[in-house]
């Protein structure tokens, strides 16, 4: 049976487009409850670790390098079905590719710099909210 929570990060260039508050919104209005939410900046070795499963990928330096680049906005969030659902509302990877009113189409600018990021199984949603979150911080 799918999970009831999802993690997903506010990207920094999303943030520092002043999108936050839009995206944000329309989380909400698709369900989503936010049962964490925390602005903050990673630096590059904790973004590091954020991403260590991707280590030996070549884009790995340029998206440690990103996500330290500004601030995010990490959350947990709670629905029925929350990683399969979340991933439809933020759309695909390549805001190309995303379908139209998806967050990604919305919102991203690039492949790199897509606004957004949605775990890919509640096993990551779990792993991912424990890095930014302990257990006093959700509700």
Do not use: C, W
Not at 15 to 43: C, D, P, Q, V, Y
Not at 74 to 85: H, I, P, S, T, Y
Not at 90 to 98: H, L
């Amino acid at each position: 049976m799918a999970g009831k929570k999802t993690f997903t990060m506010i990207k920094p260039d999303a943030f520092g487009a002043g999108n936050a508050g839009a995206i944000i919104k329309i989380i909400e209005e698709a369900g989503f409850r936010i049962e964490a939410a925390k602005l903050t900046k990673l630096s590059a070795e904790r973004a590091g670790q954020f991403y260590e499963v991707h280590k030996e990928r070549p884009f790995y330096k340029d998206l440690v390098a990103y996500m330290s680049s500004g601030p995010i906005i990490a959350m947990v969030l709670e629905k029925e079905n929350a990683v399969e659902d979340f991933r439809k509302l933020i759309g695909a990877t390549n805001p190309a590719e995303a379908e139209e009113g998806t967050i990604r189409k919305q919102f991203a600018t690039s492949i790199e710099a897509n606004a957004i990021h949605g775990s890919d199984s509640d096993e990551n949603a779990a792993i991912e909210a424990g890095f930014f979150f302990s257990a006093t911080e959700r509700f």
